[in-house]
């Protein structure tokens, strides 16, 4: 008679254990899960080249794109986009440059993560070509021309007139370094 | 080690029997101070016609929160008074009534309704950051703001101009105390000034009360707000995301100025930055 | 289930300090569940009193901003799982086995183990201040990248939280089971007074939210030391991220600390009302409804990171449809008090203050939850008076009313009643003086975390830390009334509250003896 409350009790025990673990992992889950919905709304455009649904330029209206560039970390070096602005027309293909220039005495592993002002305007500036699809090695003293092909969809709703396209460097560095690096920061903080 | 930091951070006795005859003093003074100062009870007079909307959408819930308060505390305190062992009141053993039932859960949900529609609007007209006059972006580094005027291609940094000695008490403090940097923003009135925010290091956001714009300033990515001002003025404002120990210490300072004014300083920064190539 | 749970009572009484240690009985350690959480309290209550002081005028007086922000962290942390949770996990094992007539909770060796993991999480906590580098100084709700600066202090803190949080996922698990299995026999679900419903839904809630935390700093974790790149924008992640995932658990988290709460009001106002709950059906409803919503709007305390519109127009209409299952409540319970024949013993006091002032918080909730006015107020005194509104009036004041109501069934003395009153009273001026001028300090603006401030804040900061003063000593009061009650209350009659009807005042003498229940009561 008790065994048998006994044997429900474990048996909600186990449930719920597994209900714990369950939820551990959505945790989890949330990383992926997010990456998509950035992915859908175009919020964090991942690394890889766009499809241009639509290559209809249209003439009837222009926007005005703003090129940013920031460059993270110690390191002596800039990152400038060759022009600050230009008005483009949706479907047309558009050429941008990037210098980067390293001005200090070390070669640098570096990385650039692309980011849209206003967010959703990311949905529709396709990249065909970018330097932010892979790791760029600058050696000491030496500039780079990063080129970007993109085009923006005849699709991007008629209220957005200006379009940022952010770009932000960051060194990429050996792990154990880093951590090392890290763990002094923290010390004096 | 760990002596010497405790001893740091309580700053020595001196600074406690200072805190203590403070507090006393101050308890004594506070009444009268209070009747001389002007307390700021509400919002800040917003300076674009977009906080003038959030204020008035703040005052109208706060009145719909005023009458509900009046009949929910109402009944609260009607309750209270006559319902009362002590008066002699016998209880009624009623605990259900599904007509009031239902109209308390139905009545909420169109004053809900109501307020829906111009939180609606003015959340739409505060995200529009489109079709902007110019554009400044802001990037916060642990402790200061870093400005970039994009179409003038101006850079600078702003940092806190309080001399420490008033923060630490050693003289008085000014009228600006906190709030004043070395080198301000400077925007023209009545033109739509995008604000893009990003930041070196951790968040930081970019807030400034009398120009109803608060935004996180994230690494690695770029956020974007804006607003219009509407008379000249110095507007004055601090980071709103707590980025470690001087989070308290990078205040935001905005200029607004005439559009001539504002040639003219946009030709001085330039001419300062062609002298120093 | 005529059955009664057997299990080893052969340790009849083992005194001296093992009988602690080792107790499995429920009623012990609700016991030392309580004065854990008093003993957390008035470690986070000194936290915040330092924090007031240096507020106290502008400038730098008391403390460095390294120590100021360890303070505002360690302050939150230790008063929401240290102080708040473990006392109403304390309510639970008290009362649920009393109330449903069950002879103990059904797992009672996991129930010694989820209490003693507390002691050595809060001295992780509270430890953190002394390595090197000083605790973490991120705020309670840790956001990436700030915590990967941290020194050692964050990675106790992140271990200290995956000991509190394995601590409330056994306690919600050996209360959930013991609701569902344990019941004496009549004791249907839909007759289970509110308290047990509501530790129902709250245990629910922390077995789905918790691991959540959990996941979220162990994330933080591999982040500082193992080279992930969750939150790390030049690895690929978000530091947004960190947000999104804390928020999926800190929203239910705030009504884990709320719930509880109500289900304590929703017993001590009937009882001094003499009169049932009105609409028992559609409080249990109201509150699962929110518990419920509580998944669904975890965005909106991120307003100003820049989501897309049409998520924030999501986030705010879903958070203003919390007001209408809370509502409810609120209403059920005047409806409560309405031609009753109340009397104002302090439990009653307490439970009115939370009713009165956890009402305020919710209004100060629903004008946060739209989103153009709460992208002025986020992240400032405005948000802060908010949630103490809604945690300190609401759950620590409900605790209160429960330990007043339940004390003389715990230990068969009463409360100087006189003294309880006074507790109430100088509670809920010094509350009020210390967060209802928060609410200007918000509206002109002044953020929330900053150790220093402009002349314009200094006349409410004044007010508001003589009043924190005010408040943390009140609750030395209380101590005191605890003290004298334990050892020279008078004793407490059988029932010392005519209208107290759920089966711990009926079917049981007054103290509890240490074992009850053995034999389930027919309830019909």
Known sequence: MSNSINKRNRETFRKLTVITLVMFGFGYALVPLYEKICEVTGINDLAKPDEVVNAQVDTSRSIVLEFDANVRGEIAWELVPRERKRKVHPGELVHVVFDLKNSSEVPVLAQAIPSYGPQRAGLYVKKLDCFCFTQQEIAAGENLELPVVLVVEPSIPRDVHTVTLSYTMFEIEGGGERTAAKELEGGKG | MIKNDIKSTFGGSMRLTAFLRLICVGTVMLVPGLAAAELQWNFKPANTEIGVAVHDLHSLVMWIIVLIAIVVFGAMFYAIVKHRKSAGHQAHQFHENTTIEIVWTVVPVFILVGMAFPATKALLELRDSSAPDMTIKATGYQWKWGYDYLDEGISFYSTLSTPREQIEGDTEKGENYLLEVDNPVVVPVGKKVRILTTANDVLHAWYVPELTVKQDAIPGFIRDTWFRAEKTGTFRGQCAELCGKEHGFMPIVVNVVSEDEYKIWVAEQKSRVAARN | MEAVHEHDHSHDHPSGIMRWVKTTNHKDIGTMYLWFSFAMFM?????????????????????????FNQMTTLHGLIMVFGAIMPAFVGFANWQIP????????????????????????????????????????????????????????????????????????????????TILNMRAPGMTMMKMPLFVWTWLITAYLLVAAMPVLAGAVTMTLTDRHFGTNFFNAAGGGDPVLFQHIFWFFGHPEVYIIAIPAFGVVSQVIPAFSRKPLFGYASMVYATASIAILSFLVWAHHM??????????????????????????KVFNWVATMWRGSLTFETPMLFALGFLFLFTIGGFTGLVLSLTPVDVQLHDTYYVVAHFHYVMVAGALFSAF?????????????????????????????????????????????????????????????????????????????????????????????????????????THLPTPAPYHSFETPPTVK
Do not use: C
């Open chain 3, 43 to 67: 470690v986070g209550g000194v936290m915040a009193l330092i924090l007031r002081a240096e507020l106290f005028q502008p400038g730098l007086q008391v403390v460095e901003p390294e120590f």
């Open chain 3, 98 to 177: 009393m109330m449903i007539g069950a002879p103990d909770m059904a797992f009672p060796r996991l129930n010694n183990w989820s209490f003693w993991l507390l002691p050595p999480a809060a001295t992780l906590l509270v430890l953190s201040m002394f390595v090197p580098g000083g605790a973490a100084g991120v705020g309670w709700t840790m956001y990436a990248p700030l915590t990967v600066q941290q020194g050692m202090g964050m990675d106790l803190l992140i271990f200290a939280v995956h000991i509190l949080g394995m601590s409330s996922i056994l306690g919600s698990i050996n209360i959930i089971t």
């Open chain 3, 303 to 328: 307003y100003t990171v820049g989501m897309p519109v049409e998520a924030q127009l999501y986030y705010m209409f879903a958070t203003m449809l919390i007001a209408v299952p809370t509502g409810v």
């Open chain 3, 401 to 505: 009313a429960g330990v007043y109501f339940w004390l003389p069934k715990w230990i068969g003395k009463m409360y100087d009643e006189t003294l309880g009153k006074w507790h109430f009273w100088l509670s809920i001026i010094f509350f009020n003086v210390t967060f209802f001028v928060q609410h200007f300090l918000g509206l002109a603006g002044m953020p929330r975390r900053i150790p220093d401030y402009s002349l314009q804040f200094t006349d409410f900061n004044m007010i508001s830390s003589i009043g924190a003063f005010g408040f943390g000593l009140s609750q030395l009061l209380f101590l005191y009334i605890l003290i004298k009650a334990i050892r020279s209350g008078e004793k407490a009659p059988e029932k010392p509250w005519e209208g107290a009807d759920t089966l711990e005042w």
